[in-house]
């Protein structure tokens, strides 16, 4: 059994006085015990109040990305060790907008899992294939080379402690997300490739997907087999919208 999981990506939106109305909107209507673990990833500023403001209650702090090198000069660039000090658990790594705006490939991706790794944090691995990826038939091929890419580098004995996001690109952000279908095809072979280099961490792998949900969609995406919860972007800045999708699990 695995224990869903829905984190929250707020990219670059939010100031104090917004995060902290959403965080106390989010904790008065958390369950005490939810079923799926929950999480927020704020902007790198906003990491040490939020984090605080968490404390005691059962939302976990992540990041959403991290540099790949430990320490030194790397001018404007945030350490996974910094982002343990500040009290995150997990870190996003290898998102589509860092891909595609930010110019990071799959080798700097696989740095920086293995740099998360490196700390005893938890890095969201995430994935995904453009339309015109999609369109060409390239689906499988292309999560194959990003997971590969990472799977090199850092070893199958490292996704004991990771999460894995399927997000088509298409999806993200434009209200038009994957259908169940295509999100549990995608899944399954995303668990199939960890499963050819280690079956026991494959069957407790945790895969989210990841682009456009909502509270009206959550619910039957979740229920597929192997969707274990969701990577949220827009709908997690709004306290109900979140919470809703958060009651939206399945447990697989
Ligand atoms: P979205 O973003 O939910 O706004 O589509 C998802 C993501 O980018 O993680």
């Given at each position: 059994m695995r224990r869903p999981f829905v984190a929250g990506n707020w990219k670059m939106h939010g100031s104090r006085v917004e995060n902290a109305e959403l965080i106390e909107a989010l904790l008065l209507g958390?369950?005490?015990?939810?079923t799926a673990e929950i999480a927020v990833c704020p902007a790198f500023v906003h990491l040490w109040e939020v984090g605080r403001q968490l404390k005691a209650s059962n939302v976990l702090l992540g990041a959403q990305s991290v540099c790949a090198?430990?320490?030194?000069?790397?001018?404007g660039e945030i350490s996974a060790a910094m982002l343990k000090d500040v009290g995150c658990r997990y870190v996003i790594v290898g998102h589509s907008e860092r891909r595609a705006?930010?110019?990071?490939?799959d080798a700097l991706v696989a740095r920086k899992f293995l740099a998360v790794h490196g700390q005893g944090l938890i890095p969201i691995l995430c994935v995904g294939e453009t339309l015109d990826e999609r369109e060409r038939g390239l689906t499988t091929q292309v999560v194959s080379r990003q997971l590969g890419a990472v799977l090199d580098l850092a070893?199958?004995?490292?996704?004991?402690a990771a999460v894995v996001a399927y997000e088509p690109v298409w999806a993200i952000g434009t209200g038009k997300n994957a259908t169940p279908a295509q999100a549990q095809d995608v899944h399954a072979h995303i668990r199939s490739v960890v499963d050819s280099r280690d079956a026991k961490n494959a069957a407790r792998l945790r895969i989210l997907y990841g682009g456009s949900v909502k509270a009206s969609n959550a619910h039957e995406i979740f229920?597929?087999?192997?969707?274990?919860?969701g990577l949220v972007g827009?709908?997690?800045?709004k306290a109900d919208e979140f919470l809703k999708i958060c009651a939206a699990v399945h447990v697989h």
């Open positions: 958390v369950p005490g015990q939810p090198e430990p320490v030194g000069a790397f001018t705006l930010y110019k990071e490939d070893g199958v004995a490292a996704f004991e229920a597929m087999p192997d969707v274990d919860g827009g709908a997690s800045l």
